[in-house]
């Protein structure tokens, strides 16, 4: 049972409920009296956009558990509000919090397309796939209007540079048009994350994401046009949505994607405060259970900073997890085959000039 209601602190439309000490600042402001009333509240708070000239766009992913080689983030902190998202953390060295300050003071980087152009045109770069979402969603809402993503798309085309694009927003359907074009050279595959396809929770857990009908639309609206699909059920959390996975993974197949992935959720950093205060104000009934169930996934931690361990977990119920989605991928035909992206048709372009590589 969902309990927000219950807990007149509770602030709905955010995930995490508080901003706990960025751990590389030695002040902080605090609230020190409830009834205090002041800018600091959070019911108060609006989204502030903050514009970076940033310096680099595409980074090097050295992780062997991501399965991604580059990624490029055109924007910092996410307003989708996901209170597990291990992402909170880097906020911290823009320094912000990993809590509230994480999804409603966001970084834009304008000079991202630029910086893409740039990096495409080093005599150094060999062509790889880019992850557009590594860290933070690049189809959040702001994204709306600032077209950055957008922009990005139109350069990989325009290099025929492959794309991978990972979203929990609809918005993607927009770009439509240059994605299919993408897909026409075997440059791009989507995927998105569903981790249940109940509406309550993901409002409670995912506040300002697309509803899982609208990230199954987009499996199912890709597809149809034959670009690759894929699905991410993550993160699994035991005791909250674990027990989903099977509908979510039939639902997805049914929708068309072709294979899918899985993490079990880990708490890192910050996000183990932000989560366990969302836990037990949201979830008081079963908060102690299943946390405790995390903990049984990472040797009684919360957060396993191991390779081959940290995202899939290990112990029993880790294992009836990894199991389990064996069994219903091979029952719905995930995973089956792999879609290889191209990248041997390459090309440096140089005043609106393309260059066979």
């Not at 959070?42 to 310096?55: C, F, L, M, P, S």
């Not at 495409?120 to 062509?127: A, G, L, Q, T």
């Not at 918005?171 to 074009?181: C, N, S």
Request: glycine share 8%; net charge positive; proline share 3%.
């Amino acid at each position: 049972m969902i309990n927000q209601s219950a807990n007149d602190r509770y602030v709905k439309g955010r995930g995490a409920q508080y901003n706990p000490k960025n751990r590389f600042l030695k002040g902080e402001y605090v609230q020190e009296h409830l009834e205090g009333i002041d800018d600091w509240e959070q019911e108060k708070r609006h989204t502030q956009y903050i514009t970076d000239n940033a310096k680099t766009l595409v980074n090097e992913v050295t992780s062997p558990d991501v399965g991604m080689l580059w990624s490029a983030n055109p924007y910092q902190g996410c307003e989708h509000g996901c209170v597990y998202c291990y992402a909170r953390n880097s906020h911290e060295y823009w320094g912000y919090s990993a809590g509230v300050d994480f999804e409603s003071r966001i970084v834009v980087k304008k000079n991202a397309p630029a910086l893409l152009r740039k990096f495409f045109n080093n005599k150094n770069w060999i062509p790889a796939t880019i992850s557009l979402s590594g860290n933070t969603d690049c189809y959040q809402p702001i994204e709306r209007k600032m077209k950055i993503t957008r922009a990005l798309l139109k350069i990989c085309l325009e290099f025929r540079n492959p794309v991978g694009v990972l979203t929990k927003n609809a918005l993607i359907l927009r770009d439509l048009d240059v994605i299919q074009e993408l897909a026409k050279h075997n440059l791009v595959r989507v995927l998105t994350s569903i981790n249940s396809l109940d509406e309550d929770l993901r409002r409670a857990l995912e506040p300002r994401t697309a509803s899982y009908k609208g990230r199954l639309k987009v499996l199912e609206t890709f597809s149809n046009v034959g670009v690759p699909t894929g699905i991410m059920n993550a993160p699994l959390i035991p005791g909250l949505n674990d027990m989903h996975m099977h509908d979510v993974l039939k639902a997805a197949s049914e929708a068309g994607a072709k294979w899918a992935g899985y993490t079990v959720v880990r708490l890192n950093g910050a996000v183990g405060g932000i989560f366990k205060d969302w836990l037990y104000k949201t979830f008081p009934d079963r908060a102690d259970k299943v946390w405790r169930q995390i903990s049984d996934c990472h040797e009684g931690q919360v957060n396993d900073s191991r390779f081959g361990n940290r995202m899939v977990g290990d112990g029993k119920f880790a294992e009836v997890i990894r199991t389990q989605f064996q069994i219903y991928c091979r029952k719905f035909h995930l995973n089956e085959s792999r879609t290889e992206l191209n990248t041997k048709d390459f090309r440096r372009v140089v005043n609106g000039q393309g260059i066979l590589f």
